[in-house]
């Protein structure tokens, strides 16, 4: 039997061998890249520069929409099955072995023959895999502690246990194997293996260290979890969890701080998976930044997320989660009104000269409020959770947590990815981040700090 100790740590361990898919795959490195292969690709078919730039944001968009509505349909109804079942570690394996295949599966993504249906099919295999697997795991939050306040100190530090995970993955593919324009890594050497520059390969090599990655620090969790539930009859597990989701759904307007939470929560974290979605493509097609500046990027965003997942983790203890959630959402509105008035020669309208490294400066340190606000968000909104929702179906909660999540998750995307398109301009299709935020911060007006069962 493992200890609480042993138990905090194993599901830690999950926050570290999940952090890559985010950091690595879905923000700074292989979305950049699938939008300047893409972007290439249409050139190359005789589309224009700034419309295939703005083609190409908008795919990654349609491919993350398709994804979101799959995750947004399943999680409540898988939650609530595993909820009556008693079983949660089947479906954490099942969804593992999605995030590892999907992941591996994007080294087959090389510019000379590369297909947008099926790089956005692998990555999407593999979103939905980290998504759900995290459900699940989260679920496990409450039976962590005995101290219900220790919950905002738990979480904050998984958060931030995980965004160092990102850190270290994001160093050695910048350190071993992305080469800059000089052909070179980060740390001034020829990319590991030999792997080919020329081919993509040092970039696409980011799908099989994000799966290795994954195998290897995932193995904590399993071995200090086990399921302790009641385990029912296999006929049963789908009518048990359809009756109990049901019943959930029916009681919502009888729980109305729950119900303002879920829709608060569906919008703001929306509007944040927009922001670290297109932030690298963003970058890359506004400032024409490289892969290897939004990499550079990329650490110094993770580790203030990092630092201020276990500042905020302990501001939770203290004060709980309300008040970090309202000054995370504040200050992410402000950042992202910095971004949207960047050009390469102006900044929140005032023009600069040709050249000038202020627009440079100024992402770079929205992108440590992203990671700092970001984190802490995501680290308190998961602690609210647990007291908005029914200690008895605490798993069925967080699939309902995650359709909050995901139900309108296709909106930031395709909002985006339709401006993009309607404009021809990536710089105007990111505007709708800016009122889910809003939308979000107005709805916690109606959420108890409490919940409805306290």
Sequence with gaps: MSSTRQRIWGWYFFDWASQPYNTLLLTFIFGPYFAQTATETLIADGMAADAARAQAQAYWGYGLTAAGISIAILAPLLGSIADGSGRR?????????????????????????FSILWA??????????MEFATIFTNSFLPELHPNSDERGRISGSGWAFGYLGGVVALVIMLVLFQAGETGRTLAGLSPLFGLNPETGADTRIVGPLTAAWFMIFIIPFFLHFRDTGPKRAQKNHLRIGLNGLWKTIAK???????????????????????????????ALGVLGWSIMDIGVFGILAAISGAVFCWVGGRIDRRIGPMPVIVFCCVTLILTSGLILSL??????????????????????????????????????????????????????????YALSGKATSFLAPASIAIVSDLTGSQRMGITPIVVLFILGLILLIWVKPKGDYA
Excluded at 93 to 105: D, H, I, K, N, R
Excluded at 120 to 129: K, M, T, V
Excluded at 362 to 381: D, E, N, P, R, W
Aim: glycine fraction near 14%.
């Design 252 to 282: 919502l307007p009888q729980t109305p701080s729950l119900l303002a939470y879920l829709g608060s929560s569906m919008f703001y974290r929306d509007a944040l998976n927009g922001l670290y979605t297109f932030g690298g493509i963003y």
């Design 343 to 400: 050009t390469p020669t102006s900044i929140l309208g005032i023009g600069l000269a040709e050249g000038s490294a202020i627009p440079d400066i100024a992402f770079y340190i929205a992108g440590a409020l992203i990671g700092a606000a970001g984190g802490a968000l995501q680290s308190s909104s998961r602690t609210m959770m647990t007291h908005q929702a029914n200690p008895e179906r605490m798993t069925e909660a967080f699939g309902l």
């Design 89 to 113: 570690m089947p479906w954490i394996v099942l969804f593992s072995t999605l995030y590892v295949v999907g992941s591996a599966g994007l080294w087959w993504t090389a510019p000379a023959d």
């Design 120 to 129: 956005l099919f692998f990555f999407g295999i593999g979103l939905i895999g």
